[in-house]
Nanobody, 116 residues
Framework: QVQLVESGGGLVQAGESLGLSCAVSGIIFRINPMAWYRQAPGKQREFVAGISDSGNTNYLDSVKGRFTISRDNAKNTVYLQMNSLKPEDTAVYYC??????????WGQGTQVTVSS
């Protein structure tokens, strides 16, 4: 059974940084692309950042230059470092494989709140 456990969320002020972690089990982590998504109140869930099995990354335009996705295959963990946070980054953040995301299978996520 696939388990995705997100952590690291919290309340910060605009301009501050936060690092998220996602511990993954139940899949062969090293061969799976991973991604972070977010859902703000009243909005649809959106892709934020992705990382391939070989380490190639891509980002939502609005977070480019501020967020960094990385992975540690030895720890089956994917990370999202968020710098220069803005109030519009406030959302519940989820990690997932793109395939599970398409199928609608999600973990509980972690809340990130950025105050102005």
């Amino acid at each position: 059974q696939v388990q995705l456990v997100e952590s690291g969320g919290g309340l910060v002020q605009a301009g501050e940084s936060l690092g998220l972690s996602c511990a993954v089990s139940g899949i062969i982590f090293r061969i799976n692309p991973m991604a972070w998504y977010r859902q703000a109140p009243g909005k649809q869930r959106e892709f934020v950042a992705g990382i391939s099995d070989s380490g190639n990354t891509n980002y939502l335009d609005s977070v480019k230059g501020r967020f960094t996705i990385s992975r540690d295959n030895a720890k089956n963990t994917v990370y999202l470092q968020m710098n220069s946070l803005k109030p519009e980054d406030t959302a519940v953040y989820y990690c997932n494989t793109p395939l599970r995301a398409q199928r609608g299978s999600w973990g509980q996520g972690t809340q990130v709140t950025v105050s102005s």
